[in-house]
């Protein structure tokens, strides 16, 4: 068993251990200490006597108070250490009491209290070995380094102790942080999983109630048609299903075993389909415009893109009471722009709330940008732009 693997218990018991009792211990081995040469003297020393034996005991029993007044303490010790060495000359040979004050005052004084506590004790251990008979090198040597060690080891106990605060203080701040990045990951999740939702259920719910509402009034004149309606609203159900299906895919299982999607989410690519699906279904008249050269985007840019177009188009449908629409993109090195504009007359008040919040959000979270309002030749636009891959980082700064 090492040494460190028993002492470390101690240490760590002695630090959540009533002050006053370990305290109380330290001045009763102290007053042992001192007076062991006293108790056991050699021929030249004098006997214990009782005024000795309390001058001693003043230079252990203020250590009971060393760490609720440490300056007080350091004060008493040091009148009587002299007192004690002047007393019974020669001075003890160890400055037992002085060791200890020195170190609690290099490790919970004030920097003016240390200097004059280390600096007092040099020059008092300096002129009380003046009273020995014959004081030797050595002698002045041990005792000004017992005062130079005792206050080196207190002040390394007090950077080691700032060291751990430091430490601990900088785990709580980490954990705080990374609790507060939960947090916001949790909010932008929740956000990101309602703006999918909305979209997606906004979107096939528009063209579903656009189908239904014409097909009681085909259904004996042009059953065709009626039938036609009836497949359109089972088609965006179908696809609305698809769509859910893909955000509870990532929910259960963000990833596959190869580093990917579950289920693929729905990007540029796919923005023809949706034109086309938008146009069949509504009796809308849709143009996809695309001007530049392709360039690769981030996957969540990918998904924004489609569904600033699908939140767009469904707004058309359901508010603008529009005959025809727009979609244009345009590719540039830098970024995708995309302009959806239609001959209606815009959401009104109240109306499309959601769905332009949502568009702002998207381009927001991809370091891009949107403007909505009414269009140059009136209906109503909606502008996003969007960075490309290379300068994502830079957008979002």
Sequence with gaps: MSARSWIAPVVDRLRTANPYAVDSALATLVLFAVSLQWIF???SADRLTWQGWLIGAATAVPLV????????TAWAVSVATPAQAVYHAPPPDVMYGGMVVLYTMATLGKPWQRRVMLVGWLVGVSLTMLHKEDPQPFEYAFHLLSVVC????????????AYTAELEDRARRLERERAADTARAIAQERSRIARDMHDILAHAVSLMVVQAEAGPVVVRSDPARAEAAFDAIAAAGRDAMAQLRRILGVLKEPQGKDGSWRLPQPGVAELPGLV??????????VQLRTSGTPRP????????????????????????????????LDWTEDELTLTITDDGRGPGSGQGG???????ERAAACGGSARVGRGPQGGFRVVVRLPAAVDRQAALG
């Design 41 to 43: 003297p050699d021929d």
């Design 65 to 72: 108070w060393r760490r609720r007044a440490p300056f007080a």
């Design 150 to 161: 005792a206050y080196g080891f207190g002040v390394l106990a007090r950077v080691q102790r």
């Design 276 to 285: 086309r699906q938008v146009g069949e279904s509504t009796g809308l008249r």
């Design 297 to 328: 985007l981030p996957p969540d840019t990918e998904v924004a893109a489609f569904r600033v177009v699908q939140e767009a188009l469904t707004n058309t449908v359901k508010h603008a009471h529009a005959t025809s629409a727009t979609v244009e």
């Design 354 to 360: 959601h769905g332009l919040i949502g568009i702002r």
